[in-house]
Every structure is written in structure tokens, then in C-alpha cells.
């Protein structure tokens, strides 16, 4: 009964949204100067493509160099839906579409908790992707939102572990991302948990050689830049290990709450990551440090995998809840103030109350941190 009042809900509230040809129709034809026609041919699954005519296109809710993000209705369903260009179809060069189709594929093949879930892709009017709607925004809004505060350390430790899991599935896959930043991680409605989003760079590994211009300067790793330029075209190789050093800088940025290289433009940034300048690690804790030196390493081979990063952060973790667990709280205070005031036979008592409770607490605090690591 709830999912069919949620359902009425979102189609009652629907006028603020549009179809597809008339939200696109301002844009459709202004860049449609070049028409490729039929040149590339999709290889999409038609089980995986969905129809356009159910779906509604409400507001803008993020934007990328090639993409605008839009809040959406599919058959009633709240949706984000994700289009490449707005362009009609036969107007997007071969490029752009192998780069959609890519995605496509690859958003229907992972099975994540946290990973967006793929809804399915229309080719036609323009290319779209649409996905689950995450309602807590992106982390990187999050983090502005709370500036020049920083968030509660549990809380970005928990989100880097959510990130670690992710990736530690991608690339026992055999998948790079390649494009990991705060823009691309979307929060849950509650700001508890974090899912990975936009395929669009992400490729299968391979071996051998493949194009260095993937990712976003501030988060790209050493070894995809050149001090030196390379030939149009050029290649080097690296695997997936850039993805942890990209992990490293969001680490660092849930850790600061700051802007990596603020101040530097993308050529300065650059050249920065290639001399192997790293972030200040002066308001980093100190038994994180080491995990973050070691995932930004100049040296890919010296970078752990998303595997020890989870035991890592599991450890961190740990610690931080049994640090936590043994602060004294007012309660302790008072009857340690009442303990001390008499040595009669009812504060001995209560000590040996308070004694047996700490215990329990202990135990129980220890059982239910067990539990959540195993879930």
C-alpha cells in the first residue's frame, strides 16, 4: 500500500515535469550542425533500453562537461536521468556514442550496494541514461554545505570504507573508474551511506596502453601526466592503481574538508602530482597518515589494494569506537564525585555496581562492533 501512495504522490506532483521532446526542444537542433546518421550502429541489449514516452524530465540536478543531470518521473517513479548531450541522436559523434554505449554496459553488468542502480537507457531521441535518485545530493555539495567545519570522523572513515568495498568489487572485476571526486559519490537521503556514480570514464582493464586523458586533474594520478608532452594521441601505461591514488585525495578531502592544490590551475596541478607535491598532512591524525602516504605513493606498484585499504579502515575504525567507548561520561563523573565523599558501605556498593556495568557495556559495545563489521 505504501509504494502505490508514493507512487500517486509523485504523479500528483508531476506538473512541474515535462516530456523528453519538449524539455529537450530548446536544445534540439541549435548544435545539429553535423548529422552522422546512421554510422554508428548500438550494441546495446534491447532489455536494457527503456520508452522515452514514460518518462518526465523535471529540474536540473547536477552538470558535467559532457552531461546534464535531471530529476525525473519514470512511470511515477522519482528517477535521475542523465543525458549525454542535447542533441538529437543522429547529431552525436561516434565517440560520444561508444563512450554512452560503454556505460550503458557497464552499469548493467555491476551489482553493488554501492554502486547507483541502472534503470535502463534510451537511444532515441538523445542518449540517457537513468538511474535510482539519490536525494542527498552529491558529497562534494555535502562538504561545501558544511564549511569551514569538517565532518565527524566516524562519519568520513565510514564513507572512505563504503568507497574502499565498492572499488575492491570493481576491480575484481576487472573495471577502472578512473573519474573518482566528491562529484561523483551521491550521499543517501540520511547522509549515512555513499554509492559511486558516473561510468562514463570507466573502462575493463587492459594490458598494454591506454589514452592518459581520464579523470579530473585534481584527483588524476601521477603517472597519467607527462612533464614532458606527448605526441597527439600519445599513451602510457598504468592500471588500477590510479583509482587508489585518486581514493587518497577524497580521503583527504573528508578528513580537511579543503579544496586539493586550491589555488592552482589544472596545468599547475599537474605539474604538482608529477614532482610528487602531495596535500598538507598537518590536520590529518596521525594513524591515518601513513594509509594516505601510501595510497598517493609516486610508485603505482607501492599503492596498497582496496583490499588491505578495507582492513585498514575497518582497524581505524576500531580504534576510533574503543577511544570513543572509554571517555568518561557525566553519569561516571557524578558517582565517582559520590564514591569519593565517604567511605561507607553504600559507595562501595555503587562501585562495585558501576564496576560490573562498565564490563557489560564493554562486552556489548565489542559484540555490536563485530556485528557491523560481518554485515
Known amino acids: 500500500m505504501s509504494g502505490h501512495s508514493d507512487d500517486e504522490h509523485s504523479c500528483s506532483n508531476s506538473n512541474s515535469f515535462r516530456t523528453i521532446s519538449s524539455a529537450l526542444s530548446p536544445f534540439i537542433g541549435v548544435h545539429d550542425d553535423e548529422d552522422f546518421g546512421s554510422e554508428f550502429v548500438f550494441k546495446i541489449e534491447p532489455s536494457l533500453l527503456i520508452d522515452p514516452r514514460r518518462l518526465k524530465i523535471g529540474e536540473v540536478i547536477g552538470e558535467g562537461s559532457c552531461s546534464i543531470v535531471y530529476q525525473g518521473l519514470y512511470d511515477c517513479q522519482p528517477v535521475a536521468v542523465k543525458i549525454i548531450q542535447a542533441s538529437r541522436t543522429s547529431a552525436i559523434s561516434p565517440e560520444k556514442k561508444e563512450i554512452f554505449q560503454r556505460e550503458v554496459m557497464l552499469l548493467s553488468r555491476v551489482n553493488h550496494e554501492n554502486v547507483i542502480q541502472f534503470i535502463g537507457a534510451s537511444t532515441e531521441p538523445t542518449l540517457m541514461i537513468i538511474t535510482e535518485l539519490m536525494k542527498g545530493g552529491t558529497l562534494q555539495k555535502y562538504l561545501w554545505s558544511i564549511r569551514p567545519e569538517t565532518p565527524d570522523l566516524k562519519f568520513s572513515l565510514s564513507l572512505a570504507l563504503d568507497l574502499s568495498r565498492v572499488m575492491a568489487y570493481l576491480h575484481a ?107 598538507s598532512l598537518e590536520d590529518i591524525p596521525e594513524d ?27 582497524n581505524l575504525l576500531q580504534t576510533f569506537v574503543l577511544k570513543e567507548s572509554s571517555l568518561p561520561n557525566m553519569d561516571d563523573k557524578t558517582e565517582k564525585e559520590v564514591d569519593c565523599a565517604s567511605d561507607t558501605s553504600a559507595s562501595q556498593s555503587r562501585r562495585q555496581h558501576k564496576a560490573r556495568r562498565h564490563r557489560s557495556s564493554s562486552f556489548c559495545l565489542k559484540c555490536c562492533y563485530n556485528f557491523c563489521l560481518s554485515d
Request: net charge neutral; glycine share 6%; with cysteine.
Open 288 to 314: 591515518i597518515a601513513p594509509l594516505l602516504q601510501s595510497c598517493w605513493a609516486e610508485d603505482p606498484n607501492g599503492r596498497p589494494e582496496f583490499t588491505q585499504i578495507i582492513d585498514s579502515l575497518s
Open 173 to 279: 572485476n576487472g573495471i577502472i573508474h578512473r573519474d573518482l571526486k566528491p562529484s561523483n559519490l551521491l550521499l543517501t537521503e540520511d547522509k549515512q551511506r555513499v554509492k559511486l556514480a558516473d561510468f562514463g570514464l570507466a573502462r575493463e582493464e587492459i594490458s598494454g596502453e591506454m589514452t592518459t586523458e581520464a579523470g579530473t586533474y585534481r584527483w588524476m594520478a601521477p603517472e597519467l601526466f607527462s612533464i614532458d608532452p606527448l605526441p597527439v594521441g600519445g599513451k602510457k601505461c598504468y592500471d588500477h592503481k590510479a583509482d587508489v591514488y585518486s581514493f587518497s585525495i577524497i580521503l583527504w578531502e573528508l578528513l580537511t574538508n579543503k579544496t586539493p592544490f586550491k589555488g592552482r590551475n589544472n596545468v599547475m596541478v599537474a605539474y604538482a602530482t608529477a614532482k610528487n607535491i602531495r596535500p
